[in-house]
């Protein structure tokens, strides 16, 4: 039976890292990853923050295909599925460091991204094992898991078992971790990705303006474009509770009507786009911190602890941090010859001191803000209009002051949606983040609303 210091199962951003710094720590490491290679993924691209490259210095030496993504940009569409609204935005001077001004993200494929990091993983002495799938875990008479089990019923032992196979974790469930995961707390993300020529999407986007885009629509959820070395995805997802109980329609349809919308069909178009595959994965979307990472001789990280952003589900930078974390740990545990639950305990402490704690104390608030504004279609047919009227005062129809007048009206119309609107989004995530001053000047707002005391508002609307 081999004997292993750490057992890492999956050769993800946080398997590899995780393996990659356990093994330059001296502690002798496996990396299991179920795939012919690192970077065969049900979803075939990702972006890479800012704060990865300001993280980890080896990022220095990536080398692989990538765009970085300088604009952002949304598009409100109504129920006809023309644009009404849309608005972009680059990067601003507000970030602290370099890299945050000068991208929002660097684009690139899994295959080529996770076949790097597991390369640097095995440069530093850990031992890469591909296609094979652990489907079990060892257990001592304590319930402490001491190794695992392949499909083919090979047994591995290990001090500790860190799992990062992903949302659908079979090794945390094996642990006795978790079972399924709340129908609040994972989504069914599907998308279709689009291969284009390189030097087209440059001739259209210029290769100092890449620009992922998000579409919003009273007929479906959210929708990202995002832009890859040699094309793009177009994608959406929602809560598996949502789908479940028969909200809306089957995500393929949705994904169907965006894709053959007339702003997506010519964007299509003008790249010269082809559709290449089809994908479908579950992401996890936590309201809440994440609960039960870790346990005797286990701890989770990535996906398969829940670490994806409550805002956007970006993962990939939680998941590197916390394989950096879980290896740190081990390697301590092991060293102290206690690995325990309680001798891993330290694991769960030092990532909610972290930027995922940080993150994640805003998680109620940030996944509200998204179910019912991005997930909630129905909220565009309200808010599109009333972006769409932003700017009427300028219009040339009439005398602007007539415009702003009729504007006024139409804002005053819909006053009950958007105090709402800031009531149940906007005003929890200010007070969240602990500024009196705006706390103070919403509170007022709304007592002075609530008071109807609008006769300033109401003159000029009359005229």
């Known amino acids: 039976m081999s004997k292993y210091d750490v057992i890492v199962v999956g050769g993800g951003p946080g398997g590899s890292l995780a393996a990659k710094i356990a093994s330059e720590n001296g502690l002798k490491t496996v990396i299991f990853e179920r795939g012919r290679m690192p970077g065969d993924k049900s979803s075939s691209g990702c972006g890479l923050a800012p704060r990865i490259f300001r993280d980890f210095d080896f990022m220095k030496k990536m080398d692989i295909p990538s765009l970085k993504i300088k604009y952002q940009s949304l598009h409100m569409l109504d129920d006809n599925l023309e644009e009404r609204f849309m608005m972009q935005w680059s990067t601003s001077d507000l970030g602290e460091y370099t890299e945050a001004r000068e991208y929002f993200q660097v684009d690139v494929y899994r295959r080529d991204f996770d076949r790097f990091l597991a390369g640097l993983a095995s440069e530093s002495g850990a031992e890469l094992r591909t296609g094979t799938l652990i489907d079990n875990v060892l257990k001592d008479p304590q319930g402490r898991v001491t190794g695992v089990i392949t499909d083919k019923g090979e047994k591995v032992e290990g001090d500790v078992t860190i799992a990062a196979d992903g949302a659908v974790s079979l090794i945390a469930y094996k642990a006795g971790l978790r079972n399924k995961w709340r129908p609040d707390e994972i989504t069914l993300v599907v998308d279709c990705d689009f291969q284009a020529p390189r030097k087209r999407i440059d001739e259209i986007m210029g290769p100092e ?199 006024i009206s139409k804002y005053k119309e819909n006053a009950p949606f958007l105090l709402e609107f800031v009531k149940s989004y906007i005003y929890p995530l200010l007070r969240k983040s602990n500024f009196p001053l705006f706390r103070s000047l919403l509170k007022l707002g709304w007592m002075w609303f609530r008071a109807k005391k609008r006769k300033g508002i109401e003159l000029i609307a009359e005229g």
């Open 209 to 407: 303006e890449y620009c992922n885009e998000v579409y919003v629509s009273p007929l479906y959820p959210a929708t990202y474009v995002a832009m890859m070395p040699e094309g793009f995805h177009v994608g959406l997802g929602q809560w598996i509770g949502r789908f479940a109980s028969g909200y809306g329609e089957r995500p393929y349809e949705y994904l169907r009507r965006v894709i053959n919308s007339k702003p997506l069909k010519r964007f299509i178009d003008r790249l010269q786009a082809k559709p290449r595959e089809f994908h479908a994965h579950l992401l996890p979307w936590m309201p809440r911190f994440p609960t039960k990472t870790y346990g005797g001789g286990i701890m989770l990280v990535g996906d398969a602890a829940g670490f994806a952003c409550p805002l956007e589900a970006e993962g990939i930078h939680y998941a590197m941090v916390s394989g950096k974390i879980a290896a740190e740990v081990a390697g301590e545990a092991i060293s102290s010859g206690d690995t325990s639950a309680e001798g891993l305990k330290l694991y769960e402490e030092r990532w909610k001191n972290s930027i995922i704690g940080e993150e994640f104390s805003a998680a109620k608030e940030w996944a509200e803000l998204w179910a019912g504004i991005f997930f909630d279609p129905k909220q565009w047919s309200i808010i599109t209009p009333l972006a769409n009227n932003i700017m009427f005062w300028a219009s040339w129809s009439n005398p602007h002051i007539k415009n702003l007048q009729r504007q």
